[in-house]
């Protein structure tokens, strides 16, 4: 198994660590950018997931703020980790590599998941709710824009 083939893979689950819809935002961002990614990808080529998932993305950013946001280590948060990390890793893994691709997403998602909350609330308590989320925000999409945008091209016709 060559790690280097899965880097994308891995650095999309620290991403979905501290945002758990912000994985498969940018990958429906990138097919709408009409670029594609290595791995199969099935659902986020059809419209609905694709604009419901960049829905999704920007819906968790709001929701993040609220004071009633539940911490992303509980079972829920985990769930919709595990499960945009594990799409978003197959897809950006090398053809025929999908399942090392989620696999190796999931696996550096959910212990980061851990990490990234203590240092949310650590910078909570210094900064307060609000600014700490959007610090992150911006941190995590940037991170989550970048890793899909070397790790896709641009659809030839």
């Keep these: 198994m060559k790690i280097p083939s899965l880097l994308s893979s891995a650095l999309i689950g620290a991403v979905a660590s501290a945002r758990s819809m ?16 290595s791995g199969e990808l099935v659902l986020l ?3 609905l997931f694709k604009y419901g998932a960049l829905a999704m993305g920007v819906g968790e950013l709001f929701g993040d703020k609220m004071k009633t946001a539940p911490d992303r280590t509980v079972f829920l948060g985990l769930l919709a980790r595990v499960a945009s990390a594990g799409i978003a890793g197959a897809a950006l ?4 590599r999908e399942s090392a691709g989620a696999a190796v997403a999931v696996a550096t998602a959910v212990p980061l998941a851990y990490l990234t909350l203590s240092a949310r609330k650590r910078a909570m308590a210094s900064i307060g709710q609000t600014r700490s989320g959007l610090i992150e925000d911006a941190l995590v999409v940037a991170a989550g824009a970048a890793i899909v945008a070397l790790a896709t091209r641009q659809k030839r016709d």
């Excluded at 961002?29 to 594609?36: E, I, L, N, P, T």
């Design 45 to 47: 080529d059809r419209p």
């Design 22 to 37: 912000t994985p498969m935002a940018t990958i429906a961002a990138a097919r709408v950018a009409d670029r594609s990614t």
């Design 93 to 96: 893994a090398p053809k025929g």
